[in-house]
């Protein structure tokens, strides 16, 4: 996960840090200084943000050949 992506994934959602703290379970100064200062959190961190955002629909995409790293939401149901 990237500062950018987290940041992206937030902006989907319309979370604030506070809220992405709150639904993962971490601290909204851990989600400030990740996204502007892109330093390395602890993997278990990382992944309870990847948790709260993958619940709550998005996608976290990995780079590849096609392209670079990116989100998008999961088509609603129903």
Do not use: H, N, Y
């Amino acid at each position: 996960m990237t500062p950018a992506q987290l940041r992206a994934a937030r902006g989907l959602l319309g979370w604030s840090r506070r809220d992405l703290a709150e639904k993962s379970g971490t601290s909204a100064e851990a989600v400030q200084w990740f996204e502007a200062r892109g330093g390395d959190p602890k993997l278990s961190t990382t992944m309870k943000w990847r948790r709260a955002l993958q619940k709550a629909g998005c996608i976290l995409i990995d780079p590849d050949a096609e392209g670079g790293p990116g989100v998008r939401l999961r088509e609603p149901k129903g």
